[in-house]
């Protein structure tokens, strides 16, 4: 009877806490969702690389209820006169759509604008001569839409103007 009764307690004892630890990691993840947010929203090449790597892996991150949806540059060309500005305005939207979820949008709008503006800087950074000069000229001018019109009524609660 001893016998009987100490495989299946001793598979309980197992897994009890398994349970109870998968349940306490999935509820705690989102409790660290504001931190998560904010490091993936900085200036930093390594903000903008940890972002891109969570990008390229939603899944991983699926608890956290991010909103990964954009439009990348809006009603602006993704990629004017070639210089690939697609993933930093998703980078963009993303900042803009979940800080706005988050109720915190105005606190955090000038850094979201300052990191876009990073992140077109860093795609110039790749040419030299006057087509460096051309891209930063493009992305100052990126740049100064979404610091400028980024809070108009022209834009909605999903959409942000680049």
Not at 83 to 99: E, I, K, L
């Amino acid at each position: 009877m001893r016998r009987r009764l100490a495989m299946p307690l001793a598979a309980l004892a197992l897994v009890i806490p398994a349970i109870l630890m998968s349940a306490g990691s999935a509820a705690a993840a989102p409790a660290d969702k504001p931190q998560v947010l904010s490091s993936w929203t900085q200036t930093s090449a390594a903000s903008y690389n940890s972002w891109l790597s969570a990008r390229n892996n939603q899944g991983s991150w699926s608890a956290y209820g991010f909103d990964w949806s954009t439009d990348y540059c809006s009603s602006s060309p993704d990629n004017p006169f070639g210089f690939p500005f697609q993933t930093s305005c998703a980078r963009h939207d993303f900042g803009y759509r979940n800080y706005k979820a988050a109720g915190t949008f105005d606190a955090n709008k000038s850094r979201l604008d300052n990191a876009f503006y990073s992140d077109l800087k860093r795609v110039c950074a790749g040419y030299s001569g006057a087509t460096k000069v051309s891209c930063d000229g493009t992305a100052w001018t990126y740049y100064q839409a979404v610091s400028i019109f980024g809070r108009s009524a022209a834009v909605d609660g999903t959409k942000s103007v680049v």
